[in-house]
């Protein structure tokens, strides 16, 4: 469905919730478009380009309308190599913790990277006469309404205006060299490189600066971590801690859980990346449950605003094997160790260091063994 590969894990058809399998998500450092996650919160809406309209008022100067046309050829074009990250994936590991009662379980499939090209909002904005002031807020909205809000409304979030302005984030209209693709929010969309994937709000329709942060049910209500003894059915708005930028976090993504391996050379591969204005360090990988560590090998980012590929090849011997790995950012902070130290009640944020349990390596065809009859 939506032009994706027949192996995405699909956690509801309508709206459409869907993930790669981890290897998947492996084997391109920018992810195909028919292998990209999909996240939506209600059925997606229907809009033609040429019907495609953004409104930009608030706290500006010169409210205005733009059409695609004009988006498209009235503003310089830029190019951003972006991940996009899921605030609830790796929850499957926080549902081991706790149960979290209607949430998609995502595994390590909630994120995607791509090449995204647009204007920049900071010259949408600049064109409609913003005022620079310090803690203003950008609100975007869209047409999909989400049945699971509170009440039932369309998609919406906000960033700092401080955000809103820096030369990352875009008002694409093509991902891949793609027209943005309906399922990704064509005819456009808001990328918020460096923010939780809720931030980039598709199909968007409405940009308004304000004052304060948006109401909308997904910037006041959900996307934000509540205590642990919180109730989200009964929680007011402020109870939760609004989520914004992405956490120091990294994956493994080969092997996947429950693979079975040969024993011998087995390259493990997974992704990193530090949070805001931060770079990776160093990842570590452990065979032994973090008694002993060794150092992954780094490879290059596709973009500032990217994960960064890394793998190990470590030998493997016969039996049950659990691999753990953890990133360092380059001020020396690492990760939480485990999930239960960040059990929240909506299941959002999961950086515990990351780790894959295979039930067994496989013996018969190591050929150390074979060649010494161990
Ligand atoms: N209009 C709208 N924008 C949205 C959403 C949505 O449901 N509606 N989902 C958000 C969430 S939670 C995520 S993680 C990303 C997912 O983007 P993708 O589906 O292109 O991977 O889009 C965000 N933007
Ligand atoms: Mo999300």
Redesign the pocket.
Known sequence: MWDKRHDMVVRTEV?FNAEPPAPVLAADEITPLEA???????EFPDIAPTEWRVSVDGLVDRPSTLTYGELTTDFDQHCVVAT????GNRRAELLTVRPIPGKEPWHHG?I?TARFRGARLADVLAAAGVHRDDGLHVEFL?P?V?PEARPVQS?GSSIPLSKALSDEVLLAWEMNDEPLPR???GPV?VVVPGY???R????VSNIIVRTTPSDNYFQAHD?SILPADADPATAAAGDGISLSTLPLNCDILVPTDGDRVDAGPLTIRGWAMAGDGHGVGRVDVSLDDGHGWRRADLHPSPGRWAWQPWSLTVRVTPGPLTITARVWDDAGYTQPECPASLWNPRGYGNNAYARVRLESVDGQRDPDRVATGL
Not at 200 to 203: A, F, Q
């Open positions: 709206p990209f996650y999909a996240r939506n919160h209600g996009l990250v899921c605030a909630a995607s869209a999909d989400a998609f399922a990704h929010g969309r939780v994937g809720a980039s709000v598709k199909w996307y």
